[in-house]
């Protein structure tokens, strides 16, 4: 079975533009959360969909958003970028998440570099 | 907000010893769930032992255990018998329960060396 799967691979934009990154859940899978990992640092938690609701998100702006459509894909949007948001953005899945069975599975990540 | 320390930026071991990593957190929830990740230099990070909070029993996955301790709001990490396989990144995280936010908090990670 395939893995959770992040698109693109990597990616390079300039200040003040907007990013959409794409996420596909395993299969089966209802629930999917974003990360950013800032180089040397852990996952900072962004958001978390299930059902395609938004079912918890961290500290970040406004200019971070996402959905979930139908399929449970996922779409993360970043707006008005900024150097600090240069970083990996990592797409975990999950069966639920509600539940105490949550194990989540990472995908590779997009790396973003905003010059 | 929660927070998750990893006071242990790098380690090292010898193949086949034993070795473990160090995690404390703060938090004011009685209810909550940690974990272990692993980064490989691949980075596709991969769960490596999960814990419950409201269980005493510390959780074993083969070669990996934890000392959880509830009060100290300690959750160490022993890797036994290391492989060169385990050489990664470790991160520590901290769940809070689905009804405060169902957030998930890292640590800043260890990175483990063995040594053939």
């Known amino acids: 079975d395939a893995g959770v799967t992040q698109s693109p691979t990597h990616l390079i934009k300039t200040r003040g533009q907007q990013v959409t990154l794409r996420c596909s859940p395993i299969?089966?899978?209802?629930?999917v959360s974003w990360y950013q990992q800032v180089l040397g640092q852990g996952p900072q938690f962004i958001f978390q969909?299930?059902?395609?609701?938004?079912?918890g998100r961290g500290n970040f702006p406004d200019r971070f958003s996402a959905r979930q459509f139908p399929n449970y894909s996922s779409e993360l949007n970043v707006n008005a970028l900024l150097l600090g948001d240069s970083a990996l953005y990592l797409c975990?899945?999950?069966?639920?998440?509600?539940?105490?069975?949550?194990?989540?599975?990472f995908g590779p990540g997009t790396r973003l570099t905003v010059t | 907000a929660q927070t998750v320390t990893q006071s242990q930026p790098e380690m090292s071991v010898q193949e086949a010893e034993t070795v473990t990593l160090s995690c404390t957190y703060d938090?004011?929830?009685?209810?909550?769930?940690l974990f272990w990740y692993k980064q490989p230099p691949s980075r596709q990070m991969i769960l490596v032992i999960r814990?419950?909070?409201?269980?005493?029993q510390n959780a074993t996955e083969n070669r990996f255990s934890v000392n959880f301790q509830k009060a100290a709001k300690s959750f160490s990490l022993k890797i036994s018998d290391s492989q060169l396989g385990d050489a990664a990144m470790y991160f520590c995280a901290y769940r809070s329960a689905p009804n405060t936010g169902n957030q998930f908090y890292f640590g800043t990670g260890t990175s483990l060396t063995v040594i053939p």
């Open positions: 814990q419950e909070a409201y269980k005493q």
């Open positions: 938090t004011s929830e009685s209810d909550y769930y």
């Open positions: 975990a899945s999950s069966l639920a998440a509600l539940t105490a069975a949550y194990e989540q599975y």
């Open positions: 969909y299930y059902e395609k609701e938004e079912r």
């Open positions: 299969s089966g899978h209802k629930s």
